[in-house]
RNA sequence: GGUCGGUUGGCCGAGCGGUUAGGCACUGGUCUGCAAAACCAGCUACAGCGGUUCAAAUCCGCUACCGACCUCCA
């Protein structure tokens, strides 16, 4: 596929902007990940699985890119204000582990639910507690430029002294005078010098257990700083695409974009990508709220909510249903309609590759190929490319039906539309292994070929009960021209 | 309270001034020994009230309701 245009809708400017590296055919993509300390949920997938698009459209367009998707695994504290517990720390305190065993399991928990969803692995993803010594040389840049101060061992980011001769709320809209007569009474403020100012060094207390040397105190690095110092080391000062979620926006990125300003003059990104909630009930699917639904309830069936399970490619194909700017609201319901609606599809790939060509085709896969790349490179439209490829499936399937003809050129332009959208950019496939099983696929022929067989005696008991016991193994027989086929549903 | 966004048919969800979005569900038909799958047809909505326009779900104003951020969160 040739590279169209792009749009992409970029927070900074707040509409849709032609996409055009700094570098090309280079592309530096940076991703807020998640922090540690909890089993991932829905709306981890929901921001991976976008990216994981972008990546992959980038990708496939042939741009060299290089991903970055951090793991917050210290840095955030418990509660506002700047004080408090490490959400790391806390979490191990209360199951009496190691902070690292804690980040360790919620690691492995969040990869296994990724590589379920078949995202693909940024090109790196790097720790915070792996980059202290930079996230200590990027605080120093910021207090040699005298945008922060230090205060008995803690060194905050002086917000004011910024914005006389910066921008601080340039991203999320927010104007610092507002923000100054707006902040709530917050204990444990007595530090700063403004409400507005954040934590870049935090001087450990003593039962602390995670912390690290620093010029100011033995401490830990503030919350917004990881991500600042890892997007710069391995991207650059000056990047092509950050990303996260919509609730990152302020003050995460914001603060980001400070913090990048003050060490060293430029903005990080030149595009802003935000994805959208989660809701269930209209309400936003948060940690904060607890009206969350993790990936192994999902997969197992398992919360109250929950009428069954749900394969992993049916929540990706859910959330890909919708457009990444808006919200989604989570049922059971929505879920079964995205089950039915992906096996359609699904069913309709393997359907084309069987399709025999006619002389010539009576619809026009040229144009819905058009449609299909107009979709994508729109702000990355997924709910309309979809529509067009269950238009693609609606030929398949009258071509199989032999109420459509198709050209050999247009079956073979079907079956490229199929692999490159929905497999290789969309990343749908079937979780189950559909490869041939050399004892199964035998033997399933043999049981067919019996029950045909009856069939074309009218032995229809014979036929039916097979039918049946197959059915209760959770084999559906479908009858057809010349033969038989089987499909197994775990 | 401040800032921003939303309100689409039974449900989910596109839409960015003029064309059937799509999926699920439902109804009728075709096909089938009966099914399953598939195909065809039907159901054709835009919170309310005004305004702009030849034309508005789409632009403007007001009203109502909902939500997000302002504090950790994808």
Redesign the pocket.
């Known amino acids: 596929m040739s590279i169209p245009d792009i749009t992409i809708y970029n927070t900074l400017t707040r509409k849709k902007e032609l996409f055009e590296p700094l570098n090309p055919p280079h592309v530096g993509m940076y991703v807020?990940?998640?922090?540690v300390y909890g089993d991932p949920h829905?709306?981890?997938a929901?921001?991976a699985i976008v990216f994981d698009v972008l990546f992959r459209l980038l990708t496939h367009l042939g741009y060299k890119v290089r991903y970055v998707r951090n793991i917050t695994d210290v840095g955030?504290?418990e509660?506002?204000a700047d004080e408090g517990e490490d959400?790391i720390a806390k979490k191990a305190r209360l199951e009496q582990l190691e902070p690292m065993e804690i980040v360790q399991i919620y690691t492995d928990s969040y990869h296994k639910s990724m590589d379920m969803l078949n995202i693909r692995h940024p090109s790196i993803e790097p720790r915070a507690s792996g980059h202290i010594i930079e996230q200590i040389k990027m605080i120093q840049d910021i207090l040699d430029n005298g945008f922060a101060y230090e205060v008995s061992g803690s060194v905050y980011f002086d917000v004011v002294k910024y914005n006389a001769s910066n921008n601080y709320g340039k991203l999320?809209?927010?104007v610092l005078d507002?923000?100054l007569e707006?902040?709530?009474d917050l204990t444990g403020q007595e530090e700063k010098n403004n409400s507005v100012d954040f934590a870049l060094w935090k001087k450990a207390q003593p039962e602390h257990i995670m912390k690290w040397p620093s010029p100011w105190s033995t401490g830990f690095p503030g919350?917004h700083l990881e991500c600042s110092t890892m997007s710069s080391k391995y991207l650059g000062d000056y990047f092509d695409i950050h990303g996260?979620?919509?609730?990152?926006?302020?003050?995460?990125h914001e603060c980001e974009i400070a913090q990048s300003q003050a060490a060293n003059g430029n903005d990080p990104a030149k595009y802003w990508i935000h994805?959208n909630?989660?809701?269930i009930d209209?309400?936003?699917?948060?940690?904060?709220l607890g009206n969350?639904i993790t990936l192994e309830e999902l997969f197992t069936g398992s919360h109250k909510l929950l009428t069954q399970a749900f394969d992993p490619s049916t929540v990706r194909f859910f959330i890909l249903?919708?457009?990444y700017r808006?919200?989604?609201?989570f049922?059971d319901?929505?879920l079964?309609?995205?089950e039915?609606?992906l096996k359609?599809l699904l069913?309709g790939i393997e359907l084309a590759k069987k399709l025999i060509a006619a002389d010539a085709s009576t619809s026009d896969i040229s144009k819905l190929k058009a449609a299909c790349i107009k979709a994508i490179s729109d702000d990355f439209?997924t709910?309309?490319l979809?529509?067009n490829l269950?238009?693609a499936?609606?030929i398949t399937?009258?071509v199989?039906?032999g109420?459509e003809k198709i050209s050999p050129d247009d079956l073979k332009m079907l079956n490229s539309l199929f692999a490159d959208f929905t497999t290789e950019i969309l990343g749908l496939s079937n979780d189950q292994n559909q490869q041939g099983d050399e004892l199964i696929d035998p033997l399933m022929n043999l049981i067919l070929d019996i029950r045909q067989a009856s069939?074309a005696n009218k032995d229809?008991a014979t036929?039916?009960k097979i039918?049946d016991v197959l059915s209760k193994l959770n084999i559906?027989?479908?009858?057809?021209d010349g033969g038989a086929s089987w499909t197994y549903e775990s």
């Open positions: 807020c990940g998640p922090t829905l709306g981890h929901r921001a955030h504290l509660n506002d959400k999320s809209g927010r507002e923000l707006n902040t709530r919350w996260g979620g919509m609730d990152l926006l302020f003050p995460h994805n909630m989660i809701t209209g309400q936003k699917m948060s940690k904060s969350f249903q919708a457009h808006g919200t989604l609201d049922s319901s929505a079964q309609a995205a039915k609606g359609k069913n439209n709910p309309v979809i529509s269950f238009e499936v609606r399937n009258s199989y039906a109420e069939r229809f036929s039916d039918r559906t027989t479908k009858d057809e």
